[in-house]
């Protein structure tokens, strides 16, 4: 039940030049649960791999997943894998 790899489809970054794949970002799945840490790796086909720093539960094909830097966001995309 609980998750700490996800990939995305359909991602969209605003400033894809901005990204690092070594830095922390914060991810939200639900509009009201709290934001978690995870790192960025883009890969081909707008798919992108998000490690977790700490466990999520309840995460589900098909949710929306938001990413911020701080308090921007930065991109997100539809949650197609998770485990």
């Known amino acids: 039940m609980y998750r700490k790899l996800i990939i995305l489809r359909n991602v969209n970054i605003i400033d894809i030049k901005q990204l690092d794949q070594k830095k922390i970002y914060k991810i939200r799945i639900r509009y009201r649960m709290q934001e978690n840490n995870c ?10 791999v998000l490690r977790l720093l700490e466990p999520v539960a309840m ?9 911020y830097e701080k308090e921007r966001v930065i991109g997100g995309g539809f949650i197609e894998y998770s485990e």
């Not at 790192?39 to 992108?48: D, G, P, S, V």
């Not at 995460?59 to 990413?67: D, E, H, P, S, Y």
């Open 39 to 48: 790192r960025i790796k883009l890969t081909n086909n707008n798919k992108a």
């Open 59 to 67: 995460v589900a094909k098909g949710q929306t997943a938001v990413l």
